[in-house]
């Protein structure tokens, strides 16, 4: 019998069209999302949520002020851009946790449930009775997941500064070393550019609540083996610092700090954008004879002495990125994006190094990104048919399962919009008593 190609037997088991169609990993788990003001709660539950857990975002009356959080303003449909996405896949609920009535209404949910996420300062929940210790006593297999901007111990823990995207940021020490170069015996008078440059997307949010995610799904499998929940403590400065590994490493042997350096890379050459005719591309070679092959492509093997070239080494200090740096951008400047590509492609088959080559890739603009064959093919941005909000592109699951897929249901929900339906699920709550607890502030 003839084996399917590898390429069309993935295609048939990972199509995000065929994703209904097949189990849900995660649907016999029960996530009270308290994850108030932050994205990072927020994308943490999405992911759970793709993957088939019942999440119940639990929000204040007037629900939470993520929902604001839109560029320009714009909104749709009255919901902001930002939780219209980060909003997937849950179910939405209100519940006032500053009254004792929607406090014990929160204890006979994680009486059921299998986690809790929870994005408050440090010592809130504690000061509600809802802290950990005290609902393991109602639920000794709970999972007390907490997100905090520097984590339930240390001495920054109980700063009362919000947890917002860019104060982990500037903490995390990879915004020192990011943006343009400040050259020596300058002043930021003189290059009022040359500041720390944040990362646009709200990345240390995003970094926090996925490692809370892994921390979740480890914390479930250990339980599955015990029986017994754990509290777990993710520090949203610490989750983006993590991502400055050498730079840590690079002080700690050399007691040298990574400086800003624009668009250059002290960590690797050639390795940088580059202007073209028509936009930008990246360029990546952080071998010897990528750079090598880049010279020769471009045509200055003879003039540049390409053929000298000792080690890579050489290239990746500060004084010669800056004297080749203006170089490799003149010789880019003559070509187009596309011609750039079809050059790599090219040299990798008949270059005199082939089939080494430099990497080279175009700077795409949200539009491009969007209508990238390739992400069209694998369904990233396949719209989804929501019943409040419409037909909306949000982007899909970015990774793959062939037995249980992750998937986008919906997009969102309106501020309390399963009420009705989780309170008598889970509470045994009817409309009557529901009204009431409306009309008192509760819910």
Same mark, same amino acid.
């Given at each position: 019998m003839e084996r399917q190609p590898l390429a069309a037997w993935v295609r048939e088991r990972d199509d995000p069209k065929i994703a209904n169609t097949k189990p849900e990993a995660l649907? +016999?788990?029960?996530?009270?999302?308290?994850? /108030?003001?932050?994205?990072?709660?927020?994308?943490?539950?999405?992911? %759970? $949520? =793709?993957?088939?857990?019942?999440?119940?975002?639990?929000?204040?009356?007037?629900? +939470?002020?993520?929902?604001?959080?839109?560029? /320009?303003?714009?909104?749709?449909?009255?919901?902001?851009?930002?939780? %219209? $996405? =980060?909003?997937?896949?849950?179910?939405?609920?209100?519940?006032?946790?500053?009254?004792?009535k929607g406090r014990e209404m929160l204890k006979s949910l994680a009486a059921q449930a299998d986690v809790l996420l929870e994005t408050y300062h440090p010592g809130v929940m504690d000061d509600w009775g809802l802290g950990y210790e005290q609902l393991k006593e109602i639920n000794p297999r709970l999972i007390f997941a907490s997100i905090s901007p520097w984590g339930q111990f240390g001495p920054r823990s109980k700063s009362k500064m919000p947890d917002y995207e860019n104060v982990a940021q500037a903490r995390g020490s990879i915004q020192y070393a990011t943006g343009e170069m400040l050259p020596d015996g300058k002043s930021y008078d003189e290059y009022p550019w040359a500041v720390p440059t944040k990362a646009g997307p709200w990345i240390s949010w995003a970094s926090a609540g996925t490692f809370m995610a892994a921390g979740i799904l480890a914390a479930l499998f250990y339980r599955d083996r015990t029986g017994e929940g754990q509290a777990l403590d993710v520090a949203t400065a610490e989750a983006y610092a993590n991502f400055d590994d050498w730079g840590v490493l690079i002080y700690q042997e050399h007691g040298y700090i990574v400086e800003r350096f624009g668009n250059l890379d002290q960590g690797g050459w050639i390795y940088c954008f580059a202007p073209t005719r028509d936009g930008a591309v990246f360029i990546g070679g952080l071998r010897l004879e990528q750079w090598q092959a880049f010279v020769d492509m471009v045509g200055k093997w003879d003039e540049w002495g390409a053929a000298d070239f000792k080690a890579i080494g050489d290239f990746m200090v500060k004084e010669a990125q800056l004297k080749w740096a203006p170089l490799v951008f003149a010789e880019t400047r003559k070509y187009t994006n596309d011609e750039l590509i079809e050059m790599s492609i090219k040299y990798g088959k008949e270059g005199r190094l082939a089939p080494i080559t430099p990497v080279i890739a175009p700077v795409c603009n949200p539009m491009e990104a969007m209508t990238d064959a390739n992400w069209l093919d694998r369904g990233l941005f396949t719209p989804v048919d929501d019943p409040v909000y419409g037909e909306v592109v949000v982007v899909q699951s970015q990774y793959k399962l062939t037995e249980t897929p992750p998937r986008v249901k919906w997009v969102c929900r309106p501020v309390g919009y399963d009420n009705d339906f989780i309170y008598l699920k889970h509470l045994s709550l009817g409309p009557t008593r529901l009204k009431k607890l409306k009309e008192t502030g509760v819910v």
């Open positions: 649907d +016999d788990l029960t996530i009270l999302d308290l994850s /108030y003001n932050s994205y990072a709660g927020c994308y943490c539950s999405s992911l %759970l $949520s =793709e993957l088939g857990a019942q999440v119940i975002r639990i929000e204040p009356p007037e629900g +939470d002020f993520l929902r604001t959080c839109t560029p /320009y303003g714009l909104l749709h449909k009255k919901e902001g851009l930002v939780y %219209l $996405s =980060e909003g997937r896949n849950k179910f939405h609920v209100t519940l006032n946790l500053k009254e004792e």
